[in-house]
């Protein structure tokens, strides 16, 4: 079992959704890179690379908004405080 495939320990189904698709986009992201450091590329195949790499920076700024940061300090709310209970 990849660490993919493992469930996220959030309660909010749409947060749990939209912390899944920021970790497809980072590993899109990271492959990306991978990619710009083979030798030999041509103007073209990197050109096809920063495309991809621009859209996948325009979809995680829009996909980081307000809301996304609200649901994550939302959740955080929820959780216990593990100093309580040291008590």
Same mark, same amino acid.
């Given at each position: 079992m990849q660490i993919s495939d493992r469930p996220i320990a959030i309660t909010n189904?749409? &947060?749990r959704g939209l912390i899944k698709e920021l970790g497809n986009e980072c590993r899109n992201v990271t492959a990306l890179i991978n990619q710009l450091q &083979?030798?030999?590329? $041509?103007? $073209?195949?990197q050109a096809e690379i920063?495309?991809?790499?621009l859209s996948a920076t325009i979809h995680l700024h829009v996909h980081c908004d307000d809301e996304f940061? +609200? &649901?994550i300090?939302? +959740?955080m709310e929820t959780l216990p405080?593990?100093? +309580?209970?040291?008590?």
């Open positions: 189904p749409t &947060l &083979l030798p030999h590329l $041509t103007a $073209t195949q920063l495309a991809e790499l940061q +609200e &649901l300090a939302n +959740e405080d593990d100093d +309580e209970t040291d008590e």
